[in-house]
C-alpha cells in the first residue's frame, strides 16, 4: 500500500522533489518564448500577429487539456497521464527546436500545452501516496511550482536566448520533458484508478474545449481584434452559450467529465473563484515589473535595465514563493488552509499597495516581487487542500484541474487588463508610446483590488472538515525537497544579481 511506513523519509522527499520539479518545468513553457517576442517576426519571416500564435497555441492546448487529461487520471491511474503529458512535451519541444517555419512552431507549442496538466495530476499522486500528515504541505509545494516556474523561467531563458541560437531553449525543454518522462516511469508509484467508472465522455470533452477555445481566445486576442469588435463580442456570446450546452449535458451524462454538482459545491465554487483573483493578481507583477525595468532610463522614470537583468531581479520572488510553502504548511497545521488562503492573498494585496511607492528603482521592484511572491506561494499551498477537502477521493485529479484551470484563466485574464491599461495610459517617447507612471500605478492597485477581493471570497468559504487532508506537523520531506530545488538556484542568482546591478 502507498501509505505504508516503508515509503516515508526518503522516498517520499525523492517524489516530493520529482513531481515539483516537473511542476517547475511544465510552468517554465509560459515564459521560455518571452524573451523572443520582439525577435519571432524577424526570426520566422511572419508577422507580429502571427507570430503572437506562438503563445496562444500553448495557453490554449493546455487549457483544453488540463480537465480532460485530469478526468483521464481518475480513471486509470495517474502515472501514465503524467508519462503521456512528457512525451507529447518532449516532442512538441523538438517540433519547435527543428524548425524556421511558423506553423511548425504553433504545432510544437501546442504540443507543450500538454505538459499543463502535471500539476493537478501531480497533486493527486501526492494525495495518495504521501502519509496524511505530509500530504497538504507537499501539494502546497507542488501547487506552487506553477509560479515558480513562471518566474524563473523569464531569467533562465533570457540568459539562454542571448548566450546560444534560439533553438537552444526548446533543445533544453525537451531535455526537461524526457527527464520527467522518466522520472515520472521510475519514481511514480503506479496507483489504483480512484475512480470506479472507465466511461469517458467525448461529447463533454469536446464541448468543453471548444467553450475554453472560444472564450480564452479572445480574452488573448481581443486587444488586437478590438474588444467591442464583432469578432470578440461574438466569441465571448458563444462561450457563453457553449458552456450553457457544457452543463446541461453534465448534468444528464452518467459519467461526466466534469461532476458539476461537486463543481457548484458553495466550498469548490468559491476556491475556483478565489483561484481566479489570485491568478490575476500573481500575473500583473509579470507584465509591470519586466517592462518598467527595461524601459529607457530617459523617459525618467523607466530603470534601464538589460533583459537578463531584468529576469534577474524578478527570479528572487520564485524563490520566495517556494520558501513560503512549507511556512504556508505551518499555519494549515494550526489554523486551516482557509486562513492560509485570506492571508496569502491579504499580503498580495498589501505588497501591491506598497509597491506604488516602491517603483523607482530595481531593488524596489524585487521587493515587491519578494512580498507579492511570498503572498502566492502562500495563497496557491492552501488551494489544493482546500479543493480536496470538499471533494471524493474519486475525483482529485479531475477537481484540481478545475482549480488549475481557474488559475489560468485569471492570468490570462490579467494579461488583457494589464495589457489594456498600460496600452491607455501612456506617454510618447522618441516617436512611441510607453506605459507612464500612472498606468503603472493603476495597474497595481487594479491587482491589489482582485487580491483583496480573493481574500473576500476565501472568509466566505466554509471551514474545511478537521483532519481531511491538513498536516498535523511540518514536513520534514518537504523541506528536504524544497532545499534540492532551492539551493543551486538561489547561489546563481545572488550572485549574477550582484554582478548586474547598475
Given at each position: ?462 471551514k474545511a472538515p478537521a483532519g481531511r487532508d491538513i498536516v498535523e506537523e511540518p514536513d520534514e520531506a518537504l523541506s528536504e525537497a524544497a532545499e534540492r530545488l532551492m539551493s543551486k538556484r538561489g547561489d546563481l542568482v545572488a550572485v549574477e544579481l ?5
Amino acid at each position: 500500500m502507498p501509505n505504508q511506513p516503508a515509503r516515508r523519509s526518503a522516498s517520499d522527499g525523492l517524489l516530493i522533489a520529482v513531481l515539483a520539479a516537473a511542476g517547475i518545468s511544465v510552468s517554465l513553457m509560459q515564459t521560455l518564448i518571452i524573451p523572443l517576442i520582439p525577435q519571432l517576426p524577424t526570426l520566422l519571416d511572419t508577422t507580429g500577429a502571427n507570430a503572437s500564435w506562438a503563445i496562444t497555441a500553448t495557453l490554449l492546448t493546455g487549457a483544453v487539456a488540463t480537465p480532460m487529461l485530469g478526468r483521464l487520471g481518475d480513471m486509470f491511474g495517474p502515472k501514465w497521464i503524467l508519462v503521456l503529458c512528457a512525451v507529447l512535451l518532449f516532442v512538441g519541444s523538438v517540433i519547435a527546436a527543428m524548425t524556421t517555419s511558423l506553423i511548425p512552431l504553433i504545432i510544437g507549442r501546442g504540443l507543450q500545452g500538454f505538459g499543463a496538466p502535471v500539476i493537478p495530476l501531480g497533486i493527486s499522486v501526492l494525495r495518495a501516496a504521501l502519509p496524511p500528515e505530509r500530504v497538504a504541505s507537499a501539494m502546497g509545494l507542488m501547487s506552487a511550482s506553477l509560479g515558480v516556474g513562471g518566474a524563473l523561467g523569464l531569467p533562465l531563458s533570457a540568459v539562454i536566448a542571448e548566450q546560444f541560437n534560439w533553438h537552444a531553449l526548446f533543445w533544453c525543454a525537451a531535455a526537461l520533458g524526457l527527464a520527467s518522462g522518466i522520472l515520472f516511469v521510475l519514481l511514480v508509484p503506479d496507483l489504483e484508478p480512484v475512480s470506479a467508472d472507465h466511461r469517458f465522455d467525448p461529447v463533454g470533452a469536446v464541448t468543453l474545449g471548444i467553450g475554453l477555445v472560444l472564450l480564452l481566445l479572445p480574452i488573448s486576442k481581443g486587444a488586437m481584434w478590438g474588444w467591442a469588435s464583432a469578432t470578440t463580442l461574438g466569441m465571448f456570446a458563444a462561450a457563453v452559450a457553449t458552456f450553457g450546452v457544457f452543463t446541461w449535458w453534465q448534468y444528464r451524462v452518467p459519467s461526466p467529465i466534469v461532476d458539476m454538482r461537486t463543481t457548484l459545491k458553495r466550498p469548490v465554487l468559491l476556491t475556483n473563484l478565489a483561484s481566479i483573483a489570485v491568478g490575476f493578481g500573481m500575473f500583473a507583477l509579470s507584465l509591470v515589473g519586466p517592462q518598467l525595468l527595461e524601459m529607457p532610463r530617459e523617459t525618467g522614470f523607466g530603470l534601464g535595465q538589460s533583459m537578463v537583468a531584468t529576469g534577474l531581479w524578478m527570479a528572487p520572488g520564485g524563490l520566495a514563493m517556494m520558501a513560503a510553502a512549507p511556512v504556508a504548511a505551518r499555519v494549515v497545521s494550526a489554523r486551516g488552509p482557509k486562513v492560509v488562503l485570506v492571508i496569502g492573498s491579504t499580503i498580495i494585496a498589501v505588497g501591491y499597495l506598497a509597491g506604488t511607492l516602491m517603483l523607482g528603482s530595481p531593488v524596489g521592484l524585487m521587493v515587491l516581487g519578494l512580498i507579492v511572491s511570498f503572498g502566492v506561494g502562500f495563497a496557491f499551498a492552501a488551494l489544493p487542500a482546500l479543493i480536496n477537502a470538499a471533494v471524493p477521493v474519486s475525483e482529485t485529479a479531475s477537481a484540481n484541474s478545475i482549480n488549475s484551470l481557474a488559475r489560468s484563466l485569471g492570468t490570462s485574464t490579467s494579461s488583457a487588463v494589464m495589457t489594456a491599461v498600460l496600452a491607455q495610459m501612456t506617454i510618447t517617447f522618441a516617436g512611441h508610446a510607453l506605459p507612464s507612471p500612472a498606468g503603472f500605478r493603476t495597474a497595481l492597485l487594479i491587482a491589489a483590488a482582485a487580491a483583496a477581493g480573493a481574500a473576500l471570497i476565501a472568509l466566505a468559504i466554509p471551514k474545511a472538515p478537521a483532519g481531511r487532508d491538513i498536516v498535523e506537523e511540518p514536513d520534514e520531506a518537504l523541506s528536504e525537497a524544497a532545499e534540492r530545488l532551492m539551493s543551486k538556484r538561489g547561489d546563481l542568482v545572488a550572485v549574477e544579481l550582484a554582478d548586474q546591478r547598475p
